[in-house]
């Protein structure tokens, strides 16, 4: 069997000398190294030769194989460069021929929404603050005046990790990390990313981008009138809205609380489907921030006073281009992208 193998080697080795064409380099593989090859039919025939044969048997196939493997590969590299050599010097560039027009990308919708809003408070003179996306339960929670078995700590609201931290639930938790390091005056606004156990749908989305502002100075320098202008210019010049209204509400870290409408633009007050009929569409929520929250930074509320606010960038973004689903936003359908390529920046 041994003079076998070495005839079938003396064979391959012939086959696939330095000017073997790709045909017959495959033809060898075949027939030495296939399934069916010649190796192995005598690996399937080991049975046959004497015990203390098969080891030498065994070694010799092994040794032909990779001597046969390697000179294939070197055969198969030297045939490639060749191509690319032919391919290169036959190749021709014809200069006169019009360039390939290459389509321009540009910034997705809801974060050139976040660029204009930004754009508006800071020409209002607030400063922007980026905060972190990881928080701890008490700058996320406690520090904003939540009570310990508020519904929003609970696993079904929150995205909790290892160790106790959580992905924060809102923008919030910047107006306490900002406070904590610097004092009054101050008037900064914190956009960034949020994360609640939320299904995707129309309205709502698991994932979604908030902004949040505060202004703090010493008690009496900032009041709710200070609130109500600053928003009713915002809205104006965002949404050149034409009417607002600031109704009560109740958030646990401000204080008196309110949310801020607007007149429907889709029905300018009439009533209609997207205004529950109301002639009304619900921006944002607001407030003076809570003497608590004040407390949770080392703030004296006998001495500072302060309002704060926040809206969803998605759901502005809805009402601001008039799209009727949230998910789109995330779908990346190109077809819906580039219906919005100049909002930052060009015509809005």
Known sequence: ????????????????????????????????????GELTEIMRRMREVPN??????????NQIKRELEARIAVLQEKLKAAALEKSLSEAQLDVTLSGMKIRRGHVHPIHQILEWMLEIFVGMGFEVAMTQDVEDDFHNFEALNFTAHHP????????????????????SNGQIR??????PPLAIVCPGRCFRRDELSVRASPMFTQLEGFMVDRRGKITMAHLKGVLTEFTKAFFAATAVRFRASYFPFTEPSAELDMRCLLCNGAGCAVCKHSG?????????????????????????QGFAFG??????????????????FFENDQRFIAQFPELSGGAR
Not at 154 to 171: C, K, N, P, S, V
Not at 178 to 183: A, D, F, G, H, Y
Not at 280 to 304: F, K, N, Q, S
Not at 318 to 328: N, Q, T
């Open 280 to 304: 009304w569409t619900e921006v944002l929520g607001c407030g003076m921030i809570h003497p608590g929250v004040l407390r949770a930074v080392h703030y004296d509320p006998a001495e500072y």
């Open 311 to 328: 809206m969803g960038v998605e759901r502005t973004g809805l009402l601001k281009l008039g799209v009727g689903d949230m998910r789109l």
């Open 178 to 183: 900002v406070m904590e390091k610097r004092q």
């Open 1 to 36: 069997m041994r003079d076998q193998l070495e005839e079938i080697r003396k064979r391959a080795i012939a086959d696939l000398g330095d000017d073997a064409t790709e045909t017959q380099i495959e033809n060898v593989r075949v027939r030495v190294l296939g399934r069916s």
């Open 152 to 171: 929003a700590r609970e696993m079904q609201d929150t995205f909790y990790l290892d160790g106790g931290a959580l992905l924060r639930t809102h923008t």
């Open 52 to 61: 203390e044969e098969r080891p030498v048997v065994g070694q010799l196939v």
